[in-house]
Antibody, heavy 123, light 106 residues
């Protein structure tokens, strides 16, 4: 079955760059799916960060767009997240997920999700 | 920007029906997905495109969406259903989540 797994540093300094990778298994990343990042600050709700298709097409949360880059690495069947100029407000559990999309219905959803990785922004 | 509003908390007795709402402007014209998140765990998709259940999700989970409100209904609620529930939709190439509802089974 499809599985996704996040990896990356758990601690990032303020003003630095948060970099995470999501390894995909059980399906090719060039299948007809989008791939996504979602985050959840401690004790708070879910916030969508952005999506990528294997062609390189991306959609980003407007509130984060100026600081976010999502890339896909087809050779490694993985995709990545870079979030620049981080502050304490970026401290969160970061999830990656597969995001099937229905163009006919303009809908998308997230399934499955990774286990998540806690990234703390602190000096 | 588009917003989804959920009640912060809902309580239900075991075996009864739990109803969790998600409100947004003309939400009935969009498609809604629902996620269950148990404490310390990752979210799990329980419904997509308003009322489709992924494989492995019990039939007691159902959904509807019309007007300005989408609804997640859990029939015969069990103790294991106690969790946070989030609704989600798309608007103008962006994804929006509701603030989440804590379902307590007592």
């Amino acid at each position: 079955q499809v599985q996704v797994q996040e990896s990356g540093p758990g601690l990032v300094k303020p003003s630095g760059t948060l970099s995470l990778t999501c390894a995909v298994s059980g399906v090719s990343i060039i299948s007809s799916n989008w791939w996504s990042w979602v985050r959840q600050p401690p004790g708070k709700g879910l916030e969508w960060i952005g999506d990528i298709y294997h062609s390189g097409s991306t959609d980003y949360n407007p509130s984060l767009k100026s600081r976010v880059t999502i890339l896909v690495d087809k050779s490694k069947n993985q995709f990545s997240l870079n979030l620049r100029s981080v502050t304490a407000a970026d401290t969160a559990v970061y999830y990656c997920a597969r995001s099937p999309r229905s163009y006919e219905h303009d809908s998308s959803w997230f399934d499955p999700w990774g286990r998540g990785t806690l990234v703390t922004v602190s000096s | 920007s588009y917003e989804l509003t959920q009640p912060p908390s809902v309580s239900v007795s075991p075996g009864q029906t739990a109803t969790i709402t998600c409100s947004g402007n003309t939400l009935g014209e969009k498609y809604v997905s629902w996620y269950q998140q148990r404490p310390g765990q990752s979210p799990v998709l329980v419904l997509y495109q308003d009322n489709y259940r992924p494989s492995g999700i019990p039939e007691r989970f159902s959904g509807s969406n019309s007007g300005n409100t989408a609804t997640l209904t859990i029939s015969g609620t069990q103790a294991m259903d106690e969790a946070d529930y989030y609704c989600q939709t798309r608007d103008s190439n962006t994804v929006i989540f509701g603030g989440g509802t804590k379902l307590t089974v007592l």
